[in-house]
């Protein structure tokens, strides 16, 4: 049974985007949303503290962002490379990147930026490129460094002039193109309350790429491809989870991106995590999924037709989230990368 995209829209003013805050704000405004009874309530992020118990495990994204937007020339004109994921690592190094103009730039060309050349390998029906660099990946992470530029959303006005200010205050792995925004509501004085309280916390890391950007392009959510994107599942992390869903103890996602680290590996593993995972997750979770691992869920507000909706209309029911969006709306909520949370149970 096919499943229209149009089933997860909505109507959003303009205004109520955000597009000027970046850093951590744990005053935004936080909505709760009971998934079984449907029942709403409007408080600040900080009141979170007091929606934690002792034993409850809250699990993080802690990718760090990399500058991935990079200028060069080629063939006299200028171009723009969008890194997305090292797929191919040695003495040479290669990359997914979107190319803008990409309709001018063929297979063969080479992109010179800085003092770098760079050969365009592929070009995918996606839209996607493999670019090739005379570099390692590290050695690119570190290029990009000095001659990139961070790859905030179309909608933000506002530059950071500070890469730190797109970035969450636990972020450690380096390797994505977006921050997993859900996190930015927590400061490091937050966090040491949650702690204080007996809440667990723990970490997995998945470097966001264009599987979770990328808009849905098709008419039904059953024909989109998602991209695989890379998680990392440590013992540690998986440890803690697995004792927290022995003892029935809630584990918490912070993040749609989580939520996909977490609910993708397991799926792979027959309903479990396994002792530790490094790889690559390419699940689109839609209505009908069964959530083995998360038990609740802290998020911000999602783009309409965004995979991410869909990820949350499947975990609290489709009629129950675009209701709370609508309350949201008027209520003034902000939406999207740097708007107000939701913390769904």
Same mark, same amino acid.
């Given at each position: 049974?096919?499943?229209?995209?149009?089933?997860?829209?909505?109507?959003?003013?303009?205004?109520?985007?955000?597009?000027?805050?970046?850093?951590?704000?744990?005053?935004?405004?936080?909505?709760?949303?009971?998934?079984?009874?449907?029942?709403?309530?409007?408080?600040?992020?900080?009141?979170?503290?007091?929606?934690?118990?002792?034993?409850?495990?809250?699990?993080?994204?802690?990718?760090?962002?990399?500058?991935?937007?990079?200028?060069?020339?080629?063939?006299?004109?200028?171009?723009?490379?969008?890194?997305?994921?090292?797929?191919?690592? &040695?003495?040479?190094?290669?990359?997914?990147? $979107? *190319?803008?103009?990409? =309709?001018?730039?063929? %297979?063969?060309?080479?992109? +010179?930026?800085?003092?770098?050349?760079?050969?365009?390998?592929?070009?995918?029906?996606?839209?996607?490129?493999?670019?090739?660099?005379?570099?390692?990946?590290?050695?690119?992470?570190?290029?990009?460094?000095?001659?990139?530029?961070?790859?905030?959303?179309?909608?933000?006005?506002?530059?950071?002039?500070?890469?730190?200010?797109?970035?969450?205050?636990?972020?450690?792995?380096?390797?994505?193109?977006?921050?997993?925004? &859900?996190?930015?509501?927590?400061?490091?004085? $937050? *966090?040491?309350?949650? =702690?204080?309280?007996? %809440?667990?916390?723990?970490? +997995?890391?998945?470097?966001?790429?264009?599987?979770?950007?990328?808009?849905?392009?098709?008419?039904?959510?059953?024909?989109?491809?998602?991209?695989?994107?890379?998680?990392?599942?440590?013992?540690?992390?998986?440890?803690?989870?697995?004792?927290?869903?022995?003892?029935?103890?809630?584990?918490?996602?912070?993040?749609?991106?989580?939520?996909?680290?977490?609910?993708?590996?397991?799926?792979?593993?027959?309903?479990?995590?396994?002792?530790?995972?490094?790889?690559?997750?390419?699940?689109?979770?839609?209505?009908?999924?069964?959530?083995?691992?998360?038990?609740?869920?802290?998020?911000?507000?999602?783009?309409?037709?965004?995979?991410?909706?869909?990820?949350?209309?499947?975990?609290?029911?489709?009629?129950?989230?675009?209701?709370?969006?609508?309350?949201?709306?008027?209520?003034?909520?902000?939406?999207?990368?740097?708007?107000?949370?939701?913390?769904?149970?």
């Amino acid at each position: 049974m096919s499943t229209p995209i149009s089933q997860f829209s909505y109507e959003l003013p303009k205004e109520l985007i955000a597009q000027h805050s970046v850093e951590p704000r744990d005053s935004s405004k936080l909505m709760l949303l009971d998934r079984t009874t449907g029942e709403i309530q409007h408080k600040h992020f900080y009141d979170i503290v007091d929606e934690l118990v002792a034993g409850d495990v809250l699990v993080f994204n802690d990718t760090k962002v990399f500058r991935a937007r990079m200028m060069g020339t080629c063939r006299e004109l200028d171009v723009e490379a969008f890194l997305l994921r090292c797929v191919s690592s &040695a003495t040479h190094s290669v990359w997914q990147a $979107l *190319l803008r103009p990409g =309709k001018k730039i063929s %297979v063969g060309d080479v992109i +010179v930026i800085d003092d770098l050349e760079v050969v365009v390998r592929e070009k995918q029906e996606d839209g996607v490129a493999l670019l090739e660099f005379p570099l390692d990946e590290a050695s690119i992470l570190s290029f990009t460094d000095t001659h990139g530029s961070i790859p905030i959303p179309p909608y933000v006005n506002e530059v950071p002039d500070d890469a730190n200010k797109y970035q969450t205050v636990y972020a450690r792995e380096v390797g994505s193109v977006a921050a997993p925004t &859900a996190g930015f509501h927590f400061t490091n004085e $937050l *966090l040491e309350k949650i =702690k204080a309280k007996g %809440v667990e916390l723990a970490f +997995v890391t998945l470097h966001v790429g264009i599987g979770t950007f990328r808009p849905v392009q098709t008419e039904t959510i059953e024909e989109h491809i998602m991209h695989a994107e890379f998680v990392t599942i440590s013992k540690e992390t998986s440890e803690t989870i697995r004792l927290a869903k022995e003892e029935g103890r809630r584990v918490i996602a912070v993040g749609t991106t989580t939520v996909r680290s977490l609910e993708g590996v397991a799926l792979l593993f027959g309903g479990k995590l396994p002792e530790e995972f490094s790889g690559d997750v390419n699940m689109f979770i839609k209505p009908g999924f069964e959530f083995k691992v998360i038990d609740a869920l802290i998020t911000n507000f999602h783009l309409p037709k965004s995979t991410l909706l869909v990820l949350v209309s499947a975990f609290a029911g489709r009629e129950s989230v675009l209701h709370a969006y609508e309350e949201a709306v008027r209520e003034k909520y902000r939406f999207f990368s740097f708007g107000d949370a939701m913390f769904i149970t």
